[in-house]
């Protein structure tokens, strides 16, 4: 199944796609994930895409057209895919379509979810993150040791861009940019709403109550 998961900052695109990948056995492709593993190992392409995050902009689109553009390529996307964090903008989206029609794996389905600015604050502001992409939060979903992650022992830290401000920012970008593609994706009869509110297994169900249809 070819799948993006769209929504605001703080929805739980990486927290549902990491389950969703483990469930469908399909790649989780996380384009702020790659892009941070560039900024910790220091790349061009790390130090140009931080100096965009840590304001809570957007990276520019030629940068995301060409790291999708070779992650999809990967052999591991041939039984389908799970996007989260792309496409976020018009030009993205187009040209998503124009790599997957190349390779003959249209989209299926765009999981919109749909959670209160209030309460993307909350998440964001009190997640903790590990190196290895798991993600915690300290009331909603605390790790078993308090700083500690569960799946590899690592250490956890709050991303640079989850600072209130920042927080804020993102959200502006959101909406100026990302959310017109709920518009463009409904049009093309893809999009199908999730309600981000309840518990994280909630959501989850929900989430394959969807997609076992596109087995
Ligand atoms: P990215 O890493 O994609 O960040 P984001 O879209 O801002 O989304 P988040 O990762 O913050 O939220 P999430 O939806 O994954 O939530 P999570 O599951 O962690 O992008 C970062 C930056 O990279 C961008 O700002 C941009 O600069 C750049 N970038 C990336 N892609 C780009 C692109 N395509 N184009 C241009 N620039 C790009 O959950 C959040 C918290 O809530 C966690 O603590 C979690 O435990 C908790 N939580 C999750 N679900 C629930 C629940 N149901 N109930 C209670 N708590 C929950
Ligand atoms: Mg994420
Ligand atoms: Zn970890």
């Avoid at 703080?10 to 969703?20: F, H, N, P, V």
């Avoid at 061009?44 to 809570?56: I, R, S, V």
């Avoid at 792309?86 to 765009?110: C, W």
Wanted: aromatic letters at 6%.
């Amino acid at each position: 199944m070819n799948v993006v998961l769209f929504g605001p900052p703080g929805a739980g695109k990486g927290t549902q796609a990491k389950e969703l990948s483990k469930h469908y056995g399909i790649p989780h492709i996380s384009t702020g994930d790659i892009l941070r593993a560039n900024v910790s190992k220091g790349t061009d392409l790390g130090k140009k895409a931080a100096e965009y995050m840590n304001k809570g902009e957007l990276v520019p689109d030629d940068v995301l057209i060409g790291i999708i553009k070779n992650r999809l390529a990967e052999p591991d996307c041939k039984a389908g895919f799970l996007l989260d964090g792309y496409p976020r903008t018009i030009p993205q989206a187009d040209a998503l379509s124009g790599i997957l029609n190349d390779i003959n794996m249209p989209l299926e389905v765009v999981l919109n979810i749909t959670v209160p600015d209030e309460e993307l604050v909350t998440r964001l502001s009190g997640r903790y993150s590990c190196k290895c992409g798991e993600s915690y939060h300290i009331k909603f979903n605390p790790p078993k040791k308090a700083g500690i992650c569960n799946v590899c022992g690592g250490e956890l830290y709050q991303r640079d861009d989850d600072k209130e401000d920042v927080i804020r920012q993102r959200l502006v970008s959101y909406k100026k940019n990302t959310q017109p593609l709920i518009d463009y994706y409904e049009e093309k009869g893809i999009l199908v709403n999730i309600d981000g509110t309840g518990g994280i297994d909630e959501v989850f169900g929900q989430i394959i109550n969807v997609l076992d249809q596109y087995k």
